[in-house]
């Protein structure tokens, strides 16, 4: 063991202080200052000590893992950084290089792990900094940065984003990987700020959090920008964005050109850069001013640096090759490596690349047989080694989409997909695995790649399902069945799939089988993470769990209208409680997004009410004389009789329809719009306040007889943009002093009250864990069991009401099982449409 001391550190790292009282992390919940940082960093490097040891981080994106990673920088200690949430990686990392010290989160202090007191490496005096390569984790493959590696990139990117001490950056990259952290390491040079969080740009607090700091900019791979269409972010209103940077994989020029087109009219930029690791993270960028004109180019060196392009053999386009102050010392498979110095002195980066006569470089292909998937670089002999390994024998080709694996032999593709998706760190969307009786090769006796590519299928159609209510499932199969989405990758979640109130119940019930209890906030999390929770054989044995509120209300408020119509016993009000619950879904599940792609959802979620209704509606016509044709088109409510008969049985469904037309008209214009996202909060309730002009008499809408409901909508509205106390008890005023005298009944009007008190004070409510499935299958067939049970219950319930509401109930979920399954072959007949075509299309031009 070498007792060393402390050598030069990480300026950016050491001179936090300086900033004094500007922000530097804003959060949710606090807002630190550099000098308030500074105390933290400077703590923590004193209890690392004064010896120079390795440390490993566990990082994810928050105040402690930014506090360990500047604490490590700052002091000298060279630091190996692994992703918090892939606990395998770090233990590989571990096993490989025997780090001194693990750094931990600790829930508001690093935890610091002390394996030795001083430490068992050599240690080149440069080393800071050791990453995975191209954002790929678990390998033993790392490259090694210096201090003036990290210094000079970071300065190289703030000067050429022109970041100063005003910016604040969103961290929407991890920061284990090279793309995040060098948004970190520009911001801190400067004094700039860091809107250090963990949520998705499709979850709507993202941009709550990102317009309350102010944030200026934001990092994206090319992923994203999917991610960004399925939120409307060309709609959105963010007045403090000055730029939008992408890396991590090549983007579509088309997709560059459209957002350098949208950024110019909205005032913001696009920076389109290229970088890997071993250069620290970035080694050119394209002028915004030039990315609509040349959005297929890399564009220009970052400053300090430089390209040229050797020539190679037997190809027209050169390698590219950099040189610049961030170029890696070299790379680590060993823990002996880490004693070296500088072993290179360019980047010869793989990647065949021409200039253009603007002097612009583009990268034309690979030299070498990588592939970037999802912004992460994949091997694909290494994909073949550990296929070889299991005794398979197999060939790979890939794109930046997808990889594509032969495997020879009658093997288990889903099971190998699984496999490669976990050892490679992909989401298993990304993976095709294909069998096939022998590996393609050309006449040569070489594989024939080209042909193995050429297996991949246009759209991959999820695996074969039963109805709501089947055994065990994957986790992303549910998905895929139950939002009608054949695609479905680790980062989506149930939202920016398209998510709504009745799917969300279908899918809460096969999630709850599936994995056990389910998160509150379930359905913002990514597919990815809701796998890793799925553990076949475990079984919660707790007598009770809680269950979402709305899911709660939503079967019990069908049971109490189908019993009080029954007359098993009386209990009315609660169809006025589901309006509210109804308000309250809709903003969870359609406020997303913006421009078309909402208003797409918000029809889609529509049609799922109206078909089912209407379709019902217009067979108890033909089998009975009780309704009009105005109730077919659900139109009864403007032209029906204003007494009160059998026509008005379904004037929820009207009504509910009409609110849900009206709000979704009101949204599509732009300043309505711009002021829901602007004051999430403030615009429910000004709704709500509207609708209280009809619920006291002082507007008439001259409907003949519904009671009016566009407050009660609203305030669930409410209740779901409700982030505080304060917003919880001003809704619960609203509805003490609304609710009272609606219908002057004191019990009806107690039980509309109570529902909205609980639906805004309790998330979650306990329930025997025996009943959940019941419940979720009564609130998932809410629906159908409303417009079933007017022909059901009126036969049976002069001879047993009890009879009467069970068979009420059965009808609804047997009318809801058939929807779904009607769904689902309509799914499947448009997956085989999607495949025919091409095909016949492909068979025409041959012939």
Not at 476 to 497: N, Y
Request: hydrophobic share 50%; net charge neutral.
């Amino acid at each position: 063991m070498t007792i060393e001391l402390l050598p030069p550190r990480v300026s950016f790292a050491a001179d936090l202080a300086r900033f004094g009282d500007n922000p530097a992390v804003l959060m949710q919940d606090r807002v630190l200052t550099y000098r308030e940082l500074a105390g933290r960093v400077d703590d923590l490097a004193a209890r690392l000590g004064p010896v120079r040891r390795l440390v490993a981080l566990a990082a994810a994106n928050d105040l402690d893992s930014l506090v360990a990673y500047l604490a490590a920088l700052s002091s000298g200690h060279p630091l190996l950084l692994a992703p918090a949430d892939k606990p395998a990686a770090l233990d590989s990392l571990v096993a490989a290089y025997d780090p001194d010290v693990i750094l931990r989160s600790g829930g508001g202090e690093p935890v610091l792990e002390e394996r030795r007191p001083g430490t068992r490496h050599e240690l080149h005096p440069e080393l800071a900094l050791l990453l995975s390569t191209s954002g790929s984790t678990g390998s033993p493959k790392l490259v090694r940065l210096s201090h003036e590696n990290v210094q000079a990139n970071a300065e190289s990117i703030a000067q050429y984003l022109r970041i100063g001490a005003g910016d604040r950056a969103a961290t929407t990259l991890p920061m284990y990987y090279c793309y995040g952290l060098s948004v970190i390491n520009s911001h801190l040079l400067r004094g700039a700020g860091l809107v250090l969080t963990d949520l998705s740009v499709v979850d709507p607090c993202f941009w709550e959090l990102f317009r309350v700091h102010g944030a200026t900019s934001f990092a994206a791979v090319p992923y994203t920008f999917e991610l960004l269409e399925c939120v409307g972010f060309a709609g959105m209103d963010l007045p403090s964005l000055r730029y939008v940077t992408q890396a991590g994989g090549r983007l579509g020029p088309e997709t560059v050109r459209r957002y350098a087109e949208l950024g110019r009219r909205r005032g913001w930029e696009l920076f389109v850069m290229y970088g890997q690791t071993e250069a620290t993270a970035r080694m050119a960028y394209l002028p915004p001013e030039l990315a609509a004109a040349h959005p297929g180019t890399i564009g220009v060196p970052v400053p300090g640096g430089a390209f040229r392009i050797d020539p190679v053999p037997g190809l027209d386009d050169g390698e590219l090759v950099y040189t610049g102050p961030n170029v890696m010392l070299g790379y680590a498979e060993r823990p002996e490596d880490l004693a070296a110095g500088r072993t290179i002195e360019e980047l010869r980066t793989g990647d065949l690349a021409r200039q253009h006569p603007t002097g612009l470089y583009e990268v034309v292909g690979r030299r070498s047989r990588f592939v970037k998937i999802v912004g992460l670089r994949i091997d694909l002999g290494q994909v073949e080694r550990i296929l070889a390994g299991l005794g398979v024998a197999a060939a790979s080709a890939g794109s930046d989409e997808r990889l594509v694996v032969a495997v020879e032999g009658g093997h288990d593709t889903d099971l190998l997909g699984k496999v490669l998706a976990q050892d490679l760190g992909l989401p298993r969307a990304a993976v095709e695995v294909h069998a096939v009786e022998h590996l393609p090769r050309l006449a040569t006796g070489k594989l024939d790649y080209p042909a193995i590519l050429a297996l991949a299928e246009p759209c991959p159609a999820p695996a074969a399902s039963g109805a709501p209510g089947d055994g065990p499932a994957d986790v992303r199969r549910i998905f895929a069945e139950v939002l009608e989405c054949p695609d479905v990758r680790d980062e989506d979640t149930f939202v920016s799939l398209g998510g709504d109130s009745l799917s969300y119940v279908a899918a809460s019930i096969r999630l709850e089988k599936a994995l056990g209890n389910l998160p509150p906030d379930w359905h913002l999390v990514p597919v990815g993470e809701l796998a890793a929770r799925q553990q076949p054989g475990r079984r919660h044995r707790r007598f009770t769990a809680p269950l979402e509120t709305s899911i709660v209300l939503r079967a019990v408020a069908i049971v109490a209208i189908i019993s009080t119509h029954a007359q098993l016993f009386a209990w009315p009000g609660t169809a006025h409680v589901l309006m509210a619950v109804a308000g309250f879904n809709f903003a969870r599940f359609q406020l997303t997004g913006g421009g078309l792609p909402r208003l797409r959802r918000q029809l889609r979620s529509l049609g799922r009410i109206v078909i089912p209704s209407v379709v019902f509606i217009a067979v108890a016509y033909l089998l009975t004389d009780r309704y009009t044709p105005a109730n077919i088109v659900l139109l009864n409510a403007f032209v029906g009789p204003e007494k009160w008969t059998t026509q008005w049985d379904f004037w929820f469904v009207e009504v509910l329809v009409y609110v849900l037309v009206a709000v979704a008209a009101l949204l599509a214009v732009p300043w309505a719009d711009r002021f829901q996202r602007r004051l999430p909060f403030a615009f429910p309730l000004a709704l709500f306040a509207v609708g209280l002009l009809t619920r006291f008499e002082l507007v008439d809408l001259e409907v003949p007889n519904p009671k009016p409901v566009l407050w009660l909508f609203a305030l669930g509205w409410a209740v779901a943009r409700a982030r505080h106390l304060p917003h919880r008890l001003l809704l619960s005023a609203a509805a003490a002093l609304a609710v009272p005298g609606f219908f002057g009944n004191p019990w009806r009007d107690l039980t509309i009250l109570a529902g909205i008190l609980l639906l805004i004070w309790l998330p979650a409510m306990p329930v025997p864990v025996l009943l959940h499935r019941l419940l979720g299958v009564l609130a998932g067939a809410s629906l159908y069991a409303y417009l079933t049970h007017w022909l059901v219950y009126p036969g049976l319930a002069p001879v047993s009401p009890a009879l009467a509401v069970a068979a009420s109930l059965a009808a609804g979920v047997v009318y809801w099982a058939l929807s779904m399954r009607l769904l689902d072959a309509v799914r499947r007949w448009r997956t085989l449409l999607a495949r025919v075509r091409p095909a016949a299309g492909k068979r025409g031009v041959e012939s």
